[in-house]
């Protein structure tokens, strides 16, 4: 079996069609036997099973009423290995020791308190530094479409992992496209909420870093994000609410970017939504962004966050991409770090007003196509020497450095036979705008065929 989503799976053990041990017996089977693309790092036991014992006996006690306190009732989910878990190890894609409390991450016990399983832990890069999944302690995650590609990072373990049918959803992190560029990579869905939405716990003190979902619908991402939003007081963002007054979800004014270095085969694909975009009535208007010394102070937040946390006597064991970024960072003076927040500052204030303008942005999640599934990105980009390791995702990362809602959808297939995701941004709180948007606009597009890896096997109870 494979899993087929959280509303499917849902309607599937309201109808007693299949019960949350099956269903989880069959998911955990399949991640040990057919996990070809190295999604998973480690995988549940008993600890799952006795989650879905007990959601079966609230299921038999309550009947069609138990999802209403517990919306995830029976559903199976992956975490990424940068995120806590009480019952499975963390190794944060590292040689390196991790000295973090063996307990749930706060988004992580929402998850199972609304009865949804962990299934196992999903591969990322060493902390998450690049968009990839290659590590030193395993294999990178290959893609579900094409086995000699990337599925994207750092949370390409949890998008490979949804696309092909081993869990139901996933928890990622997006520190500058993480969970966005492996969607798009795997023809998945993937949301990063606003800063705070989702409580970080530990937060870091780069304020680049989000949690949020990947699932197969817009409705499933959205359902998740619900689940695991509100307040900590672990995490001073999370308290700090929208910042923008609700937007009406009728006409909407969309400003539509393309990026320099797009292909045409994405462009291909994301134009069609473009023309869907514009067929629902929404007023679609070119749009550019302009920001100077963006990337390079992308790298200084990014490189000095790094540095803060790495000892020297530890350099031997880290990641040698990521050593270079530390390297970078142990060079950088508070006045470097300053002047990057001075750049980040006028990202938020050109996008503010670009904001006031438009509604929602939207353009192509990752202007190129998946590469090679042993590189940290495309050639131009692979020596972690010349710190252009996330210079080729340029819709990405600008907002993580604003804080923003964007989403990642499906938009179609290339010539190649490879996904391609629209990415839709609001304003800062504008959360439910942007899910309603991609929610209609995932009804008119359809979702991707399915990836030749997944080779679906439906459960016993729906053949």
């Known amino acids: 079996m494979t899993a087929r989503g959280i509303s499917h799976t849902r309607e599937l053990l309201r109808q007693g069609e299949l019960s949350a041990v099956e269903h989880t017996r069959a998911v955990l089977r399949a991640v040990r036997e057919r996990d070809t693309l190295d999604a998973y790092v480690a995988v549940a036991g008993e600890e799952a099973l006795r989650a879905a014992e007990r959601a079966d006996a609230h299921i038999r006690q309550r009947g069609a009423d138990a999802w209403q306190a517990m919306p995830l009732l029976g559903v199976t989910v992956c975490v990424k290995d940068l995120l806590q878990t009480r019952d499975l190890p963390t190794g944060r894609g590292s040689l390196l020791p991790n000295d973090r409390p063996r307990k749930d991450a706060p988004a992580v016990a929402r998850l199972r308190a609304a009865g949804a399983v962990v299934v196992g832990k999903t591969a990322t890069s060493e902390y998450g530094w690049s968009a990839s999944t290659v590590s030193r302690v395993a294999p990178p995650t290959r893609n579900p479409y094409d086995p000699r590609l990337s599925a994207g990072g750092s949370s390409g373990g949890a998008a490979a992992a949804v696309a092909m049918g081993l869990c139901d959803g996933a928890l990622g992190t997006d520190g500058s496209g993480s969970i ?97 975009l514009l067929g629902q009535g929404h007023l679609v208007e070119d749009v550019e962004v302009r920001c100077t010394h963006l990337y390079p102070a992308l790298v200084d937040l990014l490189a000095a966050s790094e540095a803060a946390g790495a000892r020297p006597e530890d350099d031997e064991w880290a990641d040698p991409g990521r050593l270079e970024v530390i390297r970078h960072g142990r060079t950088l003076s508070g006045a470097d770090v300053i002047r990057a927040e001075e750049v980040r500052q006028g990202l938020r204030t050109t996008l503010r007003t670009v904001m006031d303008r438009y509604d929602v942005l ?16 495309p050639a131009w980009a692979a020596d972690p020497r010349d710190l252009r390791w996330l210079a080729w995702a340029p819709a990405s990362y600008p907002f993580n450095m604003t804080g923003q809602p964007a989403l990642s959808l499906p938009a179609g297939l290339t010539r190649s036979g490879l996904p391609a995701g629209l990415q839709l941004v609001g304003p800062v709180g504008a959360d439910d705008l942007v899910l309603s948007l991609a929610g209609r606009l995932e009804a008119e597009l359809g979702t991707p065929v399915h990836p030749p890896a997944a080779g679906a096997l439906e459960p016993a109870a729906a053949r």
């Open 362 to 377: 939207a353009m192509a999640t990752v202007p190129v196509e998946p590469f090679a599934a042993d590189a940290i990105g």
């Open 180 to 276: 966005r560029i492996p969607a798009a990579f795997c023809g998945v869905v993937g949301y990063k909420p606003s800063l705070g939405r989702i409580p970080y716990v530990p937060n870091s003190a780069d304020r680049l870093a989000h949690q949020g979902p990947l699932a197969r619908t817009v409705a499933d991402a959205a359902l998740l994000g619900q689940v695991m939003a509100g307040p900590h007081p672990a995490d001073p963002d999370s308290a700090l609410g929208s910042l923008d007054a609700p937007r009406s979800e009728g006409v909407l004014r969309i400003g539509w970017i393309e990026y320099d270095g797009t292909c045409e085969e994405v462009r291909e694909v994301t134009e069609q939504a473009r023309l869907a």
